[in-house]
């Protein structure tokens, strides 16, 4: 078994394994910027609070026929919604309405708490639905790295459990029974991270490259 802690840093760090890493973000950057002129855009729309609690609302010609809320990755520990908004452009073409979202980084936070943050904004457009103009019972989640474990955390929550749960900062989801939502946080990352060990609910992680 190995357990060399540089190996497995080495693992999580793709800047390094990719030379010509910067021209990705570039022509992301770039692309980004064209999705925000060019497509129907509402920025920086507060979900929670916290000043990273804030999503970008893309929104299709015509009414929308489903929301995706997108994820965006980082190792947990950087980039910006403002990154993938070039991801948004297919989907609204499409028809489809297109939430990218933000929140706090490590490490600042827990993973636990970027997963409750994702929990969060999940709720907050299946509670505003109406307002933002997308369908309540076709709204899908997608995320791109970190930001894919964050959308199999928000898979894995155990969403009714949230008011029998009775934590100090739940949340409501609004529905027509006014359903109650969230993780129960150590047995969603149990479930999903049990057998991991490189990744739990304390992690921070602070070295290695960014995905």
């Known amino acids: 078994m190995i357990t060399d802690g540089e190996y497995y840093e080495s693992?999580?760090?793709?800047?390094?394994?990719?030379?010509?890493?910067?021209s990705f973000f570039d022509r992301w950057a770039a692309r980004s910027a064209q999705a925000r002129r060019e497509l129907d855009v509402e920025l920086d729309?507060?979900?929670?609070?916290?000043?990273?609690?804030?999503?970008?609302?893309?929104?299709?010609?015509?009414?929308?026929?489903?929301?995706l809320m997108f994820i965006h990755g980082g190792?947990?520990?950087?980039?910006?919604?403002?990154?993938?908004?070039?991801?948004?452009?297919?989907?609204?073409?499409?028809?489809?309405?297109?939430a990218a979202i933000n929140y706090?980084?490590?490490?600042?936070?827990?993973?636990?708490?970027?997963?409750?943050?994702?929990?969060?904004?999940?709720?907050?457009?299946?509670?505003?639905?109406?307002?933002v103009g997308t369908p309540r019972n076709r709204i899908f989640v997608a995320g791109h790295s970190a930001g894919?474990?964050?959308?199999?955390?928000?898979?894995?929550?155990?969403?009714?459990?949230?008011?029998?749960?009775?934590?100090?900062?739940?949340?409501i989801w609004n529905g027509g029974d006014e359903a109650a939502l969230g993780p129960q946080c150590e047995r969603v990352h149990a479930f999903y991270l049990g057998n991991a060990g490189a990744v739990g609910p304390q992690s921070r992680p602070q070295h290695g490259g960014t995905r």
């Open 45 to 67: 729309v507060p979900y929670g609070d916290h000043r990273m609690e804030t999503m970008d609302i893309f929104r299709p010609r015509g009414e929308a026929r489903a929301l």
């Open 148 to 171: 894919g474990h964050l959308t199999a955390m928000c898979m894995a929550a155990q969403w009714p459990r949230w008011r029998r749960l009775q934590m100090a900062d739940d949340v």
């Open 11 to 22: 693992l999580y760090n793709n800047r390094a394994a990719v030379p010509d890493f910067q």
């Open 75 to 98: 190792y947990w520990r950087s980039l910006d919604k403002k990154d993938h908004s070039f991801v948004a452009a297919p989907f609204v073409n499409a028809g489809a309405a297109v």
């Open 104 to 131: 706090s980084l490590c490490p600042t936070v827990k993973i636990e708490d970027i997963v409750l943050q994702c929990l969060k904004a999940g709720a907050w457009l299946y509670r505003n639905a109406g307002e």
